[in-house]
């Protein structure tokens, strides 16, 4: 009987306190990126949730190279989500002996990473993805013409 080589592992933070809308704004950005390219995305972002999201991504990358054996080079981030946790609620005083409630949400976030070394079919798939950053317009500028001599002759 043939075994199939486990070639992903993840990382799970569980009740990180920070709304999941928040955390999913970050997560939209490194989802299907290797593991370079997030580190660098996840550094240079303004949010409060990269930090948290950095801490996990680095335990995935950490838990690919124990259980499996795999470089960092070879790592992707096949699947990220946020669910949201639990909400602690607490009461705040206010004037006259009143008080007001405080919501303070919770998120759940996993990162799964996988070693495209190990695994043929996303190893094809993923050199076959187009690149992000392609010009979009073939349109000659007015640079491009007046170099070329069609927009204006240079006598």
């Not at 009740?15 to 580190?39: F, N, P, W």
């Amino acid at each position: 009987m043939l075994k199939k080589k486990k070639t992903e592992v993840y990382a799970l933070g569980e009740h990180i306190s920070m709304s999941a809308d928040k955390a999913r704004r970050v997560i939209d950005q490194i989802r299907g990126r290797s593991y370079e390219e997030t580190l660098m995305i996840l550094e240079l972002m303004p949010y409060r949730a990269c930090y948290a999201i950095l801490k996990l991504v680095y335990s995935a990358a950490a838990n690919a190279s124990y259980n499996l054996g795999s470089s960092e080079t070879n790592l992707v981030i096949s699947k990220a989500e946020v669910n949201e946790g639990t909400i602690v609620k607490k009461l705040k005083p206010r004037a006259r002996g009143r008080s007001f409630p405080i919501k303070r949400s919770t998120c759940h976030i996993t990162i799964v990473m996988k070693d495209i070394s190990l695994d043929d079919e996303y190893g094809e798939m993923y050199s076959l993805k187009k690149t992000r950053w392609k010009k979009k317009s073939t349109a000659m500028t007015y640079r491009d013409m007046y170099n070329s001599g069609g927009l204006w002759d240079k006598k």
